[in-house]
């Protein structure tokens, strides 16, 4: 286990273009935002988990929820989304960040220390995802492990919008200029998702979520439950993913 500190930032913003104020939609009585904290928190190789929101004053929700929770909060730029996680970062004085967006109620803390410890164990390694090169879980338990240097060496040499916004897309676009490991599974479940970007997709983690009871469940227990209710599938069968 690496004695530097592995903060885990969730990326989160109420003027979401598809589903606004998504994040705060219940779940079993609690905001989406919450499960996505309180899942991440539960990965034991993760010191702490903060949010990362905008400065836009749509999001002032955001950060009354936060204050309400105990949850540190850091606001930044809307768009430039990379600039916003290396301020972070460095305001709570990061080595590595794990990097969750705020629409994937399922994240699985398993899978976080998955990739953390594999990152760790990889003394060279800059970043480490479980969804690059090849998509093997469910969509909406991507988790990504970056060193704050390469996420600096990012900051430095993203020079488009796109780039910026999507803040480790300069990664997968140019693998060859970081030191990069992956985690993957052995079956493909890239067809599942579970990421919430339409109401659609609410509804089918909110089916999911009901079976539970509770949001102690594992993803592979979801898995379990999702191949006995194959029908709960087509909740959220016509959503088209956004390319980045």
């Known amino acids: 286990m690496s004695d530097k500190k592995t903060i885990a930032i969730v990326q989160a913003r109420m003027g979401s273009q598809r589903f606004r104020g998504k994040i705060l939609q219940p779940i079993l009585d609690r905001p989406m935002l919450e499960w996505v904290i309180r899942r991440a928190g539960r ?12 400065t836009n004053v749509v999001d002032d929700p955001v950060e009354f929820w936060c204050k309400q929770n105990g949850v540190r909060l850091f606001r930044g730029p809307e768009n430039d989304v990379l600039d916003r996680y290396v301020q972070a970062a460095a305001w709570v ?18 899978l976080i220390d998955e990739v953390v410890g594999h990152f760790h164990g990889n003394s060279d390694c800059e970043w480490c995802s479980n969804f690059w090169p090849e998509r093997h879980f469910p969509r909406g338990l991507d988790v990504e492990c970056i060193s704050l240097d390469a996420l600096r060496h990012l900051n430095d040499i993203a020079d488009t919008p796109e780039l ?4 480790t897309l300069a990664i997968y676009r140019d693998p060859a200029q970081f030191r990069i490991s992956s985690v993957c599974n052995c079956e493909d479940f890239s067809y599942l998702r579970w990421t919430v970007d339409m109401p659609e997709d609410l509804a089918l983690v909110r089916t999911i979520a009901t079976w539970f009871g509770n949001d102690e469940f594992t993803w592979r227990e979801a898995l379990d439950a999702c191949r006995k209710n194959w029908h709960w599938n087509r909740l959220n069968s016509n959503i088209q993913q956004r390319a980045a």
């Open 93 to 110: 004085n990061a080595d590595h960040v794990v990097r969750i967006t705020a629409d994937c109620p399922l994240i699985d803390p398993g």
């Open 164 to 167: 910026r916004e999507h803040v």
């Open 43 to 54: 990965a034991k190789l993760v010191d702490e988990v903060i949010v990362a929101t905008t």
